[in-house]
């Protein structure tokens, strides 16, 4: 399967943080094919004087929509997240890993419950996300 993840922090060494959760990613997910250059955004729905820095990457992996999101969530942990947004309440983080879209072959899958979203409902509101999954898929020649 085929997923399209966003990483992004607004707390401590940004980039630093971002690169260990790829890394992360890759020794406990699967292969991560394709990154995006490191993106520069004001905080999204929420005010802060800490500007985020962002990633896009693509993932390669057998492992279920909920066994991705559980691991990420473990690393987000394991990087010093100490709490998930509430009803959309969000807040400076170290760490934040969205599944954003996830394939099995040319198909997309879509999964909706009380966990977990797919397609992420927000993606296309947010430029820190469409801009660096634009630059992943000229990467990737489409």
């Known amino acids: 399967m085929l997923y399209y993840l966003s990483l992004g922090s607004n707390l401590?060494?940004?980039?630093?943080?971002?690169?260990?959760a790829i890394q992360q990613?890759?020794?406990?997910?699967?292969?991560?094919?394709?990154?995006?250059?490191?993106?520069?955004?004001?905080?999204?729905?929420?005010?802060?004087?800490?500007?985020?820095?962002?990633?896009?990457?693509?993932?390669v992996t057998d492992k279920a929509p909920l066994e991705?999101?559980?691991?990420?969530?473990?690393?987000?942990q394991a990087l010093g997240r100490t709490h998930k947004s509430v009803n959309r309440t969000y807040s400076d983080r170290?760490?934040?890993i969205d599944l954003i879209?996830?394939?099995?072959g040319q198909k997309e899958i879509v999964w909706d419950d009380d966990v977990l979203t797919l397609p992420h409902p927000l993606w296309e509101q947010?430029?820190?996300?469409?801009?660096?999954?634009?630059?992943?898929?000229?990467?990737?020649?489409?």
């Open 12 to 20: 401590g060494n940004r980039e630093q943080t971002l690169r260990e």
């Open 25 to 59: 990613i890759e020794q406990q997910i699967g292969p991560v094919p394709c990154c995006s250059s490191f993106y520069y955004s004001a905080p999204w729905g929420f005010s802060s004087e800490n500007e985020f820095c962002n990633v896009c990457c693509s993932l």
């Open 68 to 76: 991705v999101l559980r691991l990420t969530q473990s690393i987000e």
């Open 94 to 96: 170290i760490i934040d």
């Open 101 to 104: 879209q996830a394939f099995d």
């Open 126 to 142: 947010r430029d820190f996300v469409t801009v660096p999954l634009k630059e992943i898929s000229s990467k990737r020649g489409k």
